[in-house]
């Protein structure tokens, strides 16, 4: 998993698969920022990021955290077939709790097998 956090490059050092092809969520994390995307399927087609997926970010060691209501963007299922998953991400993520100011997430992509 990669993307671009507020302009900076982000790439994952670990990736998480976790549940089943149907609905699943994936989850890259590195030193800077864990992200998590949910609930995805194996259908191709973009999906609304506030009503019908949700982004997550949390900022590591501050526990600031992104994707409340308000959030939006798109989470695109481009391929992969029903042993793997292909797609891209990005959005505006809403603050959650004490947390400051929108976090903005753009090409966001990932490529994962399938639990």
Do not use: E
């Not at 698969?17 to 994936?26: D, E, R």
């Not at 992104?66 to 991400?89: K, P, Q």
């Amino acid at each position: 998993m990669a993307a671009t956090i507020n302009g900076t490059a982000w790439v994952a050092a670990t990736n998480l698969v976790v549940g089943s092809p149907g609905a699943y969520a994936v989850s890259g994390a590195n030193d800077l920022y864990d992200i998590i995307l949910s609930p995805l399927g194996t259908t191709p087609g973009s999906y609304a990021v506030g009503t019908q997926v949700t982004i997550t970010v949390t900022q590591v060691g501050t526990g600031a955290r992104w994707g409340a209501s308000g959030s939006t963007g798109t989470i695109t299922i481009t391929g992969g077939g029903a042993a793997r998953s292909i797609g891209t991400f990005s959005g505006t993520l809403a603050p959650v709790g004490s947390t400051t100011g929108n976090l903005v997430v753009t090409n966001g992509s990932f490529d994962t097998r399938l639990p």
